[in-house]
């Protein structure tokens, strides 16, 4: 049996052209930790992607086990997300000098089999395998995002500014704004992996929260 991928399954997802669309994005289970600071130098951020990717991976693993979760399926590890903001609420993709201002969430979804239980169950797991991490800071929350529009963007994060510009102009044009509130921020699905992946052929799915004007 072919192993489920979010991603081919729901490319409406996560696969936009580079031409902005308006998308209704359902309901998802997330495991989520909350932050402050430059991605690139902050010791919380770089923790907590390693707690998310070591919590999935440990869900993912435990068709080995022997408890293995009710509803299980084989599946890839969607990609890391991120919601970015300011205090102000406001994002235009201008971050050069202000990237120790953010606050985040950074973010992977899960399969809906991932209950509570099962959550908890891999963060006991995950502690027992790196003490060192503090599973603590990450939880499991439904989001529903609700109506947005969305792009590709292909390059390095930092040459965004001119993509949400085009994506903030076409949300305008067709009647919308962006309104961000809550979860519902600046959102960056990550495609690509930068460690592997040349800067200019990054691969992020850009997507802002509208309501009409």
Same mark, same amino acid.
């Given at each position: &049996?072919a192993?489920?991928? %979010?991603k081919?399954k729901?490319?409406?997802?996560?696969l936009p052209?580079?031409?902005?669309?308006?998308?209704?994005?359902?309901? &998802? +289970?997330?495991?989520?930790?909350?932050g402050k600071?430059?991605?690139n130098?902050?010791a919380s951020?770089?923790?907590a992607v390693?707690?998310?990717?070591g919590?999935?991976?440990t869900?993912k693993?435990?068709?080995?086990?022997?408890?293995?979760?009710?509803?299980? %399926?084989?599946y890839?590890?969607?990609?890391l997300e @991120?919601?970015?903001?300011?205090?102000?609420?406001?994002?235009? @993709?201008?971050v050069? @000098?202000?990237?120790? *201002?953010f606050?985040?969430?950074? &973010?992977?979804?899960?399969?809906? %089999?991932?209950?509570?239980?099962?959550? *908890?169950?891999?963060?006991?797991?995950?502690s027992k395998?790196?003490p060192?991490?503090?599973?603590?800071?990450?939880r499991l929350?439904? %989001?529903?995002?609700?109506?947005?529009?969305?792009v590709m963007?292909i @390059?390095?994060?930092?040459? *965004?500014?001119p993509?949400?510009?085009?994506?903030?102009e076409f949300?305008?044009?067709?009647?919308? +704004?962006?309104?961000m509130?809550?979860l519902?921020q600046?959102? *960056?699905i990550?495609l690509?992996?930068?460690?592997?992946?040349?800067?200019?052929?990054l691969?992020t799915?850009?997507?802002h929260?509208?309501? +009409? +004007?």
């Open positions: &049996m192993v489920f991928d %979010f081919k729901y490319k409406h997802l996560y052209k580079n031409k902005p669309e308006i998308i209704e994005v359902p309901k &998802m +289970r997330f495991i989520m930790v909350n600071g430059d991605p130098t902050s951020y770089k923790e390693e707690v998310l990717y919590l999935s991976y869900i693993m435990s068709k080995k086990g022997s408890s293995q979760p009710v509803g299980y %399926f084989d890839v590890v969607p990609p @991120g919601l970015w903001w300011f205090e102000d609420n406001f994002f235009d @993709g201008s050069s @000098g202000r990237k120790d *201002e606050s985040w969430v950074t &973010m992977i979804r899960q399969p809906e %089999f991932v209950t509570p239980e099962v959550f *908890e169950a891999a963060k006991a797991s995950l395998k790196k060192e991490l503090d599973t603590s800071i990450a929350e439904d %989001f529903t995002e609700g109506l947005c529009a969305q963007h @390059g390095s994060y930092d040459d *965004e500014p993509t949400v510009a085009a994506l903030e949300i305008e044009s067709q009647g919308y +704004r962006t309104e509130s809550g519902r600046h959102h *960056e990550y690509s992996d930068p460690r592997k992946t040349a800067a200019e052929k691969k799915v850009i997507r929260p509208i309501v +009409r +004007r």
